[in-house]
């Protein structure tokens, strides 16, 4: 069965409630209106990237990109925002093809690192071992306040 990646575009944007299970996965509650427009200004935006994986004419997962500048020195670094495959779609390599991708995005604007957060609960304990096993070090704690 074959999959590939590609970058949600704007003739995407019909497509989209395919992505709607996905955002539930990642306990992004939203409506197909508000996903519509967030998703528009994302393509919009020249630092942001969302990457479609499809296999076999079917969304099975995706990665949310930004390109930042570090503040301790001149480059540039990608933070992956959103990363998710499908629950049924686990386990079969679709998940490292799409981190690959990423990073391989990331290398092509001139990233020199790549970077995400993933939650301190345990039910991300397999994401974890997931990008420990692809080469990610646990470096840092995130911080959240709402205001």
């Given at each position: 069965?074959?999959?590939?990646?590609?970058?949600?575009?704007?003739?995407d944007?019909?497509?989209?409630?395919?992505?709607?299970p996905?955002y539930?996965?990642?306990?992004?509650?939203i409506?197909?209106?508000k996903?519509?427009?967030?998703l528009?200004?994302?393509?919009?935006?020249?630092?942001?990237?969302?990457?479609?994986?499809?296999?076999?004419?079917?969304?099975?997962g995706?990665?949310?990109?930004?390109?930042m500048?570090?503040?301790?020195k001149?480059?540039?670094?990608?933070?992956?925002?959103?990363?998710?495959?499908?629950s049924e779609?686990?386990?079969?390599?679709l998940?490292?093809?799409?981190?690959?991708?990423?990073?391989?995005?990331a290398?092509?604007?001139?990233?020199?690192?790549?970077?995400?957060?993933?939650?301190?609960?345990?039910?991300?304990?397999?994401?974890?071992?997931?990008y420990?096993g692809?080469?990610?070090?646990?470096?840092?704690?995130?911080?959240?306040?709402?205001?």
């Amino acid at each position: 069965m074959s999959s590939h990646v590609k970058i949600l575009k704007e003739n995407d944007l019909p497509t989209l409630k395919a992505l709607m299970p996905l955002y539930k996965d990642l306990g992004y509650p939203i409506t197909m209106k508000k996903l519509r427009e967030l998703l528009a200004k994302i393509i919009e935006h020249e630092d942001y990237t969302f990457l479609l994986l499809i296999k076999e004419d079917e969304i099975v997962g995706f990665s949310g990109l930004c390109k930042m500048m570090f503040y301790e020195k001149e480059d540039h670094y990608m933070r992956i925002l959103a990363f998710v495959i499908k629950s049924e779609y686990q386990n079969q390599g679709l998940g490292r093809i799409l981190l690959r991708e990423s990073e391989e995005l990331a290398k092509e604007k001139g990233c020199c690192a790549i970077i995400l957060n993933s939650g301190n609960r345990e039910e991300r304990n397999i994401a974890h071992k997931f990008y420990v096993g692809n080469g990610y070090q646990i470096k840092t704690s995130g911080f959240l306040k709402l205001l």
